[in-house]
């Protein structure tokens, strides 16, 4: 018997199972409801990827499936979500990989600055057997992944210039929930500081941080650029997220509208995946128009960069996994043939 809550009634499946009857025959309109919760603005990929996940499966599931969107932490925010979505407050959820240190500390990999050298190098490693299998990862915790959708490259952000590591030296700067995140700052002798998304524009704006790092997509659309005058094109590392739901939700969906969900997902995970790069060019375009000075990097001050960041892989080999490590490294271009 299917006791797990889709939104339709308990009771009703339970008495049919009482009298015998097959679930079929019961008259059962309820829609399932599923509430996508996510942090970012909706002018983003993750943004784009809610509303084109909601429009597919409405079009396609009509009356079966109702897909409400919270965007812009509106409904949970970093601190609750990942909880939230285990106790089927919401179902689906597209955190950065960076937030699931807690349920897998294998995630962390993406982390790593400087392992990646672009976006289709994430892409890569993302597609092949190992980074597949760390989408059924969080199993333990009723979590399942779904997909890896993306956002981008990282940059740097700050109030003043910073062409190398010693520039960022005292400067405090917002990070997200990730030890690996925190080990790199802390190596350019700056202070990272722990913030939620949503409080990091006020956290510029007081002062209590003077950088960040993030996506072009995620700066533009939170308008960063009204206190952060400086964008280095670092590309140091990767801001990418997994598409997840509840277990116990998921799988007591009906077998044939799971499958239409499944599709669905696949079909619009290709969309976010092929936009999110241009989406990013766009944001960084429209930066560059306004009043932020982006700092190209040459190919000595990337140099010293790698090398001031990279030491901290040794620290979390441990941790992630060195064979892990070695099938990401794999993955760049200049060694995609080893
Ligand atoms: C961040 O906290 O900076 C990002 O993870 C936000 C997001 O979801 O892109």
């Known amino acids: 018997m299917n006791t797990f809550s889709l939104g339709r009634s308990r009771l009703v499946v339970g008495f049919s199972a009482l009298l015998g009857f097959a679930n079929t025959a019961l008259a059962d309109d309820a829609p399932i409801v599923i509430k996508f ?4 603005a909706e002018n983003t990929p993750k943004g784009e990827g809610a509303l084109l996940f909601k429009k597919f499966a409405e079009e396609r599931l009509p009356g079966k499936v109702k897909v ?3 965007p812009n932490s509106s409904l949970y925010g970093d601190a609750d979500e990942l909880q939230a979505l285990r106790d089927n407050k919401l179902q689906i959820l597209a955190p950065s990989l960076a937030k699931f240190g807690e349920y897998n500390k294998q995630l962390q990999i993406f982390d790593l600055p400087f392992l990646f050298d672009d976006l289709e190098a994430v892409n890569r490693f993302q597609q092949r057997a190992k980074g597949r299998q760390l989408l059924s990862g969080m199993q333990k915790s009723n979590i399942t992944g779904l997909a890896y959708w993306h956002n981008g490259m990282k940059q740097l952000s ?6 190398n590591p010693a520039d960022a030296e005292g400067l405090a700067f917002r990070i997200q929930p990730s030890p690996i995140i925190e080990s790199q700052f802390t190596a350019l002798g700056a202070t990272p500081v722990k913030l939620p998304f949503a409080a990091t524009l006020q956290a510029l704006k007081d002062g209590q941080v003077q950088g960040t790092e993030n996506t072009w997509s995620n700066i533009y659309s939170q308008q960063y650029a009204q206190v952060q005058p400086y964008i280095m094109e670092t590309n140091h590392g990767v801001l990418d997220y997994m598409l997840v739901t509840n277990t116990q939700f998921w799988y007591a969906i009906p077998h044939a509208t799971r499958t239409e969900l499944e599709d669905i997902i696949e079909k619009v995970t290709f969309l976010v995946n092929n936009a999110a790069e241009a989406q990013n ?5 429209q930066l560059t128009q306004g009043k932020t000075h982006v700092i190209t990097l040459t190919d000595q001050e990337r140099s010293s960069w790698r090398a001031a960041m990279q030491p901290v892989w040794k620290e979390y080999e441990a941790v992630i996994g060195a064979d892990l490590i070695k099938a990401a490294q794999q993955v760049n271009r200049k060694n995609a043939a080893k």
């Open 37 to 40: 919760s996510h942090v970012v």
């Open 281 to 285: 060019v766009l944001a960084r375009q």
């Open 68 to 70: 409400e969107i919270y």
């Open 158 to 163: 700050a109030i003043k210039p910073l062409n």
